[in-house]
């Protein structure tokens, strides 16, 4: 059960917006649901467990868009909206347009019956440009 989806072209994403999905390269199942062009994606507790525990992470290019003040780049991973702090990825660029590569994984329990909705969302100040994007969600129990 596990669902992979990509963006690879360049997206800019302004600061406290989620990063957009072009494609999924495999489908997950009814536990994981995602729309063609959306940055969220729904996870459902079914089955007869107390709650369903997934696995998220994901792996992609960061650079400071045009025109952008030369800071650090936050990304991380959004439970319903609010970061969590531990998926937190920080990348100090040296100039505007120079790509770095950033990852991240964590594990996010749904209870049964409930949903949740995550994103990965640009958590800096600054616009961003996110190239490569891969993000994978795996129900594991």
Same mark, same amino acid.
């Given at each position: 059960m596990?669902?992979?989806?990509? +963006?690879?072209?360049?997206?800019?994403?302004?600061? !406290?917006?989620?990063?957009l999905?072009?494609?999924?390269?495999?489908?997950?199942?009814?536990?994981?649901?995602?729309?063609?062009g959306?940055?969220?994606?729904?996870?459902?507790?079914?089955?007869?467990?107390?709650?369903?525990?997934?696995?998220?992470?994901?792996?992609?290019?960061?650079a400071?868009?045009? !025109?952008?003040?030369?800071e650090?780049?936050?990304?991380a991973f959004?439970?319903?909206?609010?970061?969590i702090?531990?998926?937190?990825?920080?990348s100090?660029?040296a100039?505007?347009?120079?790509?770095?590569?950033?990852?991240?994984?964590s594990?996010? !329990?749904?209870?049964s019956?409930?949903?949740?909705?995550?994103?990965?969302?640009?958590?800096?100040? +600054? !616009?961003?440009?996110?190239?490569?994007?891969?993000?994978?969600?795996?129900?594991v129990a």
């Amino acid at each position: 059960m596990i669902m992979e989806l990509i +963006t690879n072209q360049v997206q800019t994403v302004s600061a !406290d917006s989620s990063i957009l999905y072009q494609a999924a390269t495999s489908s997950g199942n009814q536990s994981i649901l995602w729309r063609i062009g959306s940055g969220i994606i729904t996870l459902r507790g079914l089955g007869i467990q107390n709650r369903a525990r997934f696995r998220i992470s994901a792996h992609l290019n960061v650079a400071l868009s045009t !025109d952008a003040a030369v800071e650090p780049i936050q990304v991380a991973f959004a439970v319903n909206g609010e970061a969590i702090g531990t998926t937190r990825m920080v990348s100090t660029p040296a100039a505007i347009g120079e790509f770095n590569s950033i990852g991240t994984s964590s594990f996010i !329990d749904v209870a049964s019956g409930c949903c949740t909705e995550i994103t990965l969302k640009n958590i800096g100040t +600054t !616009d961003i440009d996110v190239e490569n994007v891969t993000v994978t969600v795996e129900r594991v129990a």
